[in-house]
């Protein structure tokens, strides 16, 4: 394996997957003469090597784009033959792994490449959902390849590398020196396009091999492995760190391994996966040190998608919940609307096992986007300092009691003990359990043992659903 900063294309492949396990498809395929590239120009298997492999023993299909050969730029033979992959991939139910390095469309070819990119957009679109699609960039992805990595699953970018529709310079008031809108720093934090950025293309690479290990191959497939972990074991002091769901679900996590994707947008949601007693676990949580606990536009968004790709793939769901509402601002009230339907639809919507706990203050409306049993979670569990209501007691307090409060000496303590008569009676977790809102209150350090024994029990889940083409929205 080479340990260059930057590989060639084929680098990029033996250093993806499992040694020598690397079949190529297409060696022998150049560019087709045209108008303006009447066999002029030499392209060696026009500028893409293709082909499949292993990666930890799982069948993998992947292409590789060689900026060495005009620029790595798509033309019609370099984009028909990663549809064959796709077609490939398709039928044998694998993975595809895009590396890419592309200049854009091929300008010589015209129409040629117009029409077998746009065809190659179709085979991507087909593959959604029925094989998972991961994407790396490791120098330019511009404009219908910005497209093509957006239609994929997961998205990696190498620093220095650039992921754009228009470039920087083609933006009206802005210039690449003002602000890189390509730059993968930039498209990671303020787009939901990008799962991580790396430093190295050895990193980036390692990243997807980690992804494609812990994803099940197709969508009539598992990704269950050996556990190892101590199914029993205890967690003392979680409950420390209940602001923190990035580190609770690191220490509930078989071996404390935590694949997150999108780490730099919607910061206040945590998504990514996790293995309990082998079996992979698709998790959604409120980052409560981020956002005071409040759900934005950008992570509703971002949590929405990621439940989508798990119901897609049978990955079960576990959502850690600490939601007090939504942000509040300009910005945020322009989308926080839709894209929190969004994800009451993507909970809703999903068939597959889905656990909840309740791990700090859960109110209103954005308890209920949070995979509440309301919206079809089929276990919900609290920690017994969690609280479930319609709005913060102090608050509901300060409007149930105000006449009270307003004849008291000392307002303060009337505040307090009117807050604390309404936490205790229906705001308090076991308030929720009491109605059968709760499954069970639970000691926090018993977490990672009793989600095993929930997943375990809905293993065998079926649940049918009306017919409908897709979702509406």
């Known amino acids: 394996m080479s340990d260059k900063l930057t590989l060639s294309a084929s680098d990029r492949i033996n250093s993806l997957l499992d040694e020598a396990s690397f079949v190529e498809i297409g060696s022998e395929v150049t560019a087709r003469a045209t ?25 993998t299909f992947v292409y590789s784009q060689d900026a060495s050969v005009l620029g790595g730029a798509i033309g019609e033979m370099h984009a028909k033959k990663i549809s064959a992959i796709y077609n490939m991939a398709m039928k044998v139910g694998a993975p595809v792994v895009g590396l890419i ?10 129409t040629d490449s117009l029409h077998s990119f746009g065809a190659l957009f179709k085979k991507s679109v087909k593959a959604s959902g029925i094989v998972p699609q991961i994407t790396a960039i490791f120098g330019n992805c511009g404009g219908g390849a910005g497209v093509l990595a957006a239609l994929s699953d ?42 991580g950025v790396f430093a190295s293309d050895i990193e980036a690479l390692s990243a997807v091999r980690g992804l494609v290990s812990i994803l099940p191959s197709n969508n009539l497939d598992e990704a269950v492995s050996v556990c190892e972990d101590d199914l029993n074991r205890t967690i003392p002091g979680i409950d420390a760190s209940k602001d923190d769901a ?50 934005s536009a950008e992570g509703a968004s971002k949590a929405a998608d990621f439940v989508r790709f798990a119901d897609s793939f049978n990955i079960p769901v576990l959502s850690l919940t600490a939601a007090k509402g939504f942000e509040a601002s300009f910005e945020s009230e322009k989308r926080v609307a839709v894209e929190s339907a969004r994800l009451t639809a993507a909970f809703a919507d999903a068939d597959v096992p889905k656990v909840n706990v309740v791990i700090g203050d859960a109110f209103g409306s954005a308890y209920i986007v949070m995979n509440s049993k309301s919206i079809g979670a089929d276990i919900v569990y609290a920690w017994p300092t969690a609280k479930i209501g319609v709005t913060d007691p102090k608050t509901a307090a300060e409007i149930m009691y105000a006449d009270d409060i307003a004849e008291a000496d000392d307002k303060k303590e009337a505040i307090k003990a009117a807050s604390d008569k309404i936490t205790e009676a229906q705001s308090s977790a076991l308030a ?27 293993a065998t889940k079926r649940e049918d659903s009306p017919y409908k083409k897709h979702m509406a929205f």
């Open 154 to 195: 997961f998205t990696y970018m190498v620093e220095g590398s650039k992921l754009f529709v228009n470039s920087p310079n083609a933006i009206k008031g802005n210039y690449e020196e003002k602000c890189d809108t390509a730059a993968a720093s930039y498209v990671s934090s303020n787009t939901s396009l990008v799962d």
């Open 35 to 59: 108008d303006f590239n009447e066999n002029s120009a030499v392209t060696p298997k026009d500028g893409v090597i293709t082909g499949y492999g292993q990666i930890d023993g799982k069948l």
């Open 432 to 458: 929720a359990a009491r109605r059968g809102y709760i499954d069970d209150i639970i000691e926090p350090d018993a977490t990672r043992k009793r989600l095993i024994a929930a997943f375990d029990m809905l």
């Open 101 to 110: 390095d592309c200049a854009g469309l091929r300008l010589q070819e015209a």
């Open 246 to 295: 990035r580190k609770i679900l690191i220490d509930i996590a078989d071996d404390n391994i935590f694949t997150e994707t999108k780490a730099d947008y919607g910061k206040d949601m945590i998504t990514g996966f996790i293995k309990l007693n082998g079996a992979t676990v698709a998790a959604v949580a409120n980052q409560g040190n981020e956002s005071q606990g409040l759900i």
